[in-house]
């Protein structure tokens, strides 16, 4: 899903045409062809070896998302949400895919808590649907969409299984969608709103929760690419939604902390660690420019009150800051959510082109993936060191916060064999490997509470449909019977073992 962020340039520069700015544009200089290719990285193999033990009270967990698994897209007073318009919209989705009724999780909750506790798993990370809860983005709270997560989290408490509650998973209310959407400063006093519904109606037995899951993707895929609902693509529209949305993770921490003092509270952030293709120094700023958009474009306003020095360039009239905003962005998060998958390769754009004068706001950096490792079947490259790299910089850089890993995991689409047994070998390796970098990042003294394998269940995988399954339980979308892969059950023991064992 990421991935598709490696198109950021070069929609920028589409959307900036279509937008009739300047095209007084110029090759970047250092361009990487002339220089050293940067040596050869470690192995992506090398964590494979060693059996790990992690600390007592890690939380093993799994992930999933309101509209990719709940389905009952217009029960119970629900209201419609941009993903119900959008993949409602033909061509928006791979094979005229929707969400309407998904893995049928909103019926089938309990049959979902029971693969959880098959599985041993003692955190699960879910979302709440925002207009299962306010239809139109705004007013009282819908009881009967609050009953549905309430009910959820006493069984799970019940079940001894931490829930981890993700307020806001991509769901926008359509309404205020009409409204304008991220890009109106008014949505981050909707969400703040119904934020304070939230913990008032779940706080007192949810200690953990997220205010957004990966800021940076929605706002980017959403409002810059458009393959992603809300649909638009538009440069004015990707600034502005981004400074909207920094004020409302703020706003939802702040009311929160009024509502649960005691509540920990942080952000499902996207990150990839971004290595130039080259040692020269325009690759080098690239990567460090690729940083700043992917990880730090939401982290750094909550936590340092500021936009990324990397990215200084960006003019706050475009982003339509006003005095004092920084100050209202930050927001001293209890931890740092990291959903990683993959690395970037970073490079100056060579060939590629940028704008002259007052419309320099564009990031002058291409984005690869890269290329060295096994892919999945989504085209994602597995590199393990890529868990091991971001967590240890984010160590170093935020001076050791506590970090859980909120996602993680690969989309193969191995399906049942004739005894209806799933043999999906690839996946235990990815969890695997993942699983032992992140042991040594632990053991180079990052502090890591959990880990939570995208995700619990085959499901609906936004513009690609049911196209790429992530689950540890393999979803027959005909019958809406699950049942635990190879790697589930794997999972399982290394939950109950808290252990890494070699391969
Ligand atoms: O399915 C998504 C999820 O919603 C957000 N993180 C990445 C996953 C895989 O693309």
Same mark, same amino acid.
Do not use: I, Y
């Given at each position: 899903m990421r991935l598709s962020r490696r198109k950021f340039v070069q929609s920028i520069l589409g959307a900036s045409a279509a937008l009739g700015l300047p095209a007084a544009f110029s090759a970047c200089s250092g361009s990487s062809k002339a220089s050293t290719p940067a040596p050869a990285r470690d192995s992506a193999l090398q964590f494979q070896a060693a059996s790990t033990t992690f600390p007592k009270g890690f939380f093993w967990g799994t992930a999933t998302a309101s509209y990719q698994i709940e389905g009952a897209w217009n029960e119970d007073g629900k209201g419609e949400s941009i993903w119900d318009r959008f993949a409602h919209t033909p061509g928006k989705i791979k094979n005229g @895919? %929707? *969400? @309407?009724?998904?893995?049928d999780s909103y019926h089938r909750w309990r049959e979902d808590i029971a693969l959880i506790r098959a599985m041993n798993l003692n955190s699960y990370r879910f979302s709440i649907s925002w207009p299962r809860i306010q239809a139109s983005g705004s007013g009282a709270a819908n009881s009967k969409g609050v009953d549905y997560y309430s009910r959820l989290v006493d069984a799970l408490l019940e079940a001894r299984i931490r829930p981890l509650v993700t307020l806001y998973h991509w769901d926008l209310p359509q309404a205020l969608e009409d409204a304008g *959407?991220? %890009?109106?400063? @008014?949505t981050a006093g909707r969400f703040t709103d119904y934020v304070q519904l939230m913990a008032q109606a779940l706080g007192d037995r949810v200690a953990d929760w997220m205010i957004f899951n990966e800021p940076d993707a929605f706002v980017d895929l959403g409002h810059l690419e458009g393959t992603h609902a809300p649909g638009r693509q538009s440069i004015l529209d990707f600034l502005r939604a981004t400074h909207v949305v920094n004020l409302a993770q703020s706003g939802g921490f702040r009311a929160l902390k009024a509502a649960r003092p005691s509540a920990r509270v942080g952000t499902a952030f996207s990150m990839s660690p971004c290595e130039p293709a080259t040692d020269s120094e325009a690759d080098k700023l690239a990567a460090e420019r690729a940083h700043a958009i992917t990880n730090t474009w939401f982290l750094e306003p909550a936590l340092r009150g500021r936009y990324p020095d990397a990215l200084a360039f960006l003019p706050e009239t475009a982003m339509r800051i006003k005095a004092g905003d920084m100050e209202k962005t930050r927001a001293p998060l209890d931890f740092i959510g990291i959903n990683l998958y993959y690395r970037t390769i970073a490079s100056a754009p060579g060939t590629m082109e940028r704008f002259s004068h007052a419309q320099e706001w564009l990031f002058p950096v291409k984005m690869d993936g890269g290329q060295q490792g096994p892919k999945t079947d989504f085209g994602w490259e597995v590199w393990p060191k890529a868990l091991y790299d971001m967590v240890t910089r984010i160590t170093r850089d935020y001076n050791r916060p506590v970090i859980e890993i909120t996602e993680s995991g690969c989309s193969y689409n191995d399906g049942p064999d004739a005894s209806g047994a799933i043999h999906d070998r690839r996946r235990i390796e990815y969890h695997r490997q993942y699983l032992a970098a992140l042991a040594r990042a632990m053991a180079d003294g990052a502090d890591v509470r959990g880990y939570h394998a995208w995700s619990l269940l085959d499901n609906f995988e936004w513009a690609e449909g049911f196209s790429q399954r992530f689950g540890l339980a393999y979803v027959d979308f005909k019958t809406q019977q699950r049942t635990i892969k190879d790697s589930g059950r794997w999972y399982g023991k290394v939950a109950t073992e808290n252990r890494v064992g070699p391969a």
């Open positions: @895919d %929707t *969400g @309407d009724v998904a893995c *959407g991220w %890009t109106n400063r @008014d």
